[in-house]
């Protein structure tokens, strides 16, 4: 498993803030051909964007997860298996933690799974190990509130906009120009 953090001018290319909090952190994880982004949103507005990559066509979202969390030690899930699924209980991430499990209603202390299939979001009707992900699909965690995740690009943009970076970087690098250069 590799992971590696998106740092300086890559994050600033690559984070969408909204009022309410910020893309704070962004991660590349995994390996393969297919690339899918996992949003995780604290209930404090710190936001963490995963660009996960993978190759088997059965890739669920849990497997996302569970790929994460192996290959960042600054993470870790805490969550209940049942018949059904699974149930995400609590993630903590450089020291930003969420925990509940929907018991002090009417505050909804729970995680709600989001997806992004079409440019919207919408609270997913399925679990994270029923949904299979594509490349390109966009699925997100939000904690304590039923307001659709922050803004985050979509993997393909993301992608895009690390190429684009990479590229202008190692132009910028240069202090001289070829006529600068002694000949």
Do not use: K
């Not at 051909?33 to 604290?42: E, M, S, V």
């Not at 995400?88 to 709600?112: A, F, K, M, Q, R």
Request: aromatic content about 12%; glycine content about 10%.
């Amino acid at each position: 498993m590799s992971v590696s953090r998106f740092t300086g001018s890559a994050c600033a290319l690559t984070i969408a803030a909204t009022t309410q909090g910020a893309i704070i952190d962004s991660f590349n994880v995994g390996t393969g051909a297919n690339l899918a982004t996992i949003q995780i949103d604290q209930e404090d507005g710190d936001g963490y964007l995963f660009l996960v990559a993978f190759d088997s066509p059965s890739f669920s979202s849990w497997d996302a997860l569970l790929e994460i969390d192996a290959a960042l030690p600054s993470l870790s899930l805490t969550y209940e298996t049942y018949s059904w699924g699974m149930f995400l209980t609590g993630v903590s991430i450089d020291g930003d933690t969420d925990y509940g499990t929907g018991d002090l209603w009417p505050v909804e202390n729970w995680w709600h799974f989001w997806l992004r299939d079409s440019g919207v979001w919408t609270q997913s009707s399925i679990g994270a190990t029923d949904r299979v992900l594509f490349n390109g699909a966009s699925d997100a965690w939000t904690f304590g509130s039923p307001v659709p995740p922050q803004g985050a690009p979509a993997p393909g943009t993301l992608a895009l906009s690390l190429s684009s970076w990479v590229v202008f970087r190692g132009r910028r690098r240069s202090a001289h120009t070829r006529a600068s250069q002694p000949m």
